[in-house]
C-alpha cells in the first residue's frame, strides 16, 4: 500500500483465528466488517478482509477517504494491527498501547483526492 496513509483506530479500544501469536489470536477473523462503500463489482465486500485468506480482498469504491469497519462483537483487548495489502508481501502493522480495549477497528485512508481501500486481510492481535 505505498503512498497510502492509513489511520487505525481502536474505538474504544476490542475473535476467533487464522494464525497465533502464542496466547493472542486474530480476533478479527470471521467478524462482520463493512466498507464506506463498494467497487460495484460484486465479491469484493467488507467480509473479504476478515476471512482468513490472503487471496482475496474488499475493495471500496473511489472516493476522498474510503473506510472500512470491524466489529469484533464485544471488547478485546488489543495489542497490535495489522493489514495486509492485495500482494500479501506489503503489509502494515500497528502496536497499540498497552491495556488498549475496544469493540470497533477502524482502517481509514485519510490523505488525497480519490482511493480506493483493498485489503487482503485485516487480522487483529489480541484476546478477552
Ligand atoms: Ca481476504
Redo the contacts with the bound molecule.
Keep these: 500500500m505505498p503512498g497510502l496513509v492509513f489511520l487505525v483506530l481502536c474505538l474504544l479500544c476490542s475473535g476467533d483465528v487464522a494464525v497465533s501469536h502464542d496466547e493472542l489470536k486474530n480476533v478479527a477473523y470471521g467478524k462482520y466488517a463493512f466498507q464506506s462503500s463498494e467497487c460495484g463489482v460484486p465479491g469484493y465486500s467488507g467480509s473479504?478482509?476478515?476471512?482468513?485468506?490472503?487471496?482475496?480482498?474488499?475493495h471500496s469504491g473511489a472516493e476522498k477517504t474510503p473506510f472500512l469497519v470491524i466489529d469484533l462483537g464485544k471488547n478485546y483487548v488489543i495489542q497490535e494491527i495489522e493489514v495486509?495489502a492485495r500482494k500479501r508481501w506489503e503489509r502494515i502493522a500497528m502496536w497499540c498501547t498497552v491495556d488498549t480495549v475496544g469493540r470497533y477497528v477502524k482502517i481509514q485512508i485519510t490523505s488525497g483526492v480519490s482511493n480506493v481501500l483493498t485489503?487482503?486481510?485485516v487480522l487483529v492481535w489480541g484476546h478477552l
Design positions: 473479504k478482509a476478515v476471512n482468513g485468506l490472503f487471496t482475496d480482498l474488499a495486509f485489503p487482503a486481510e
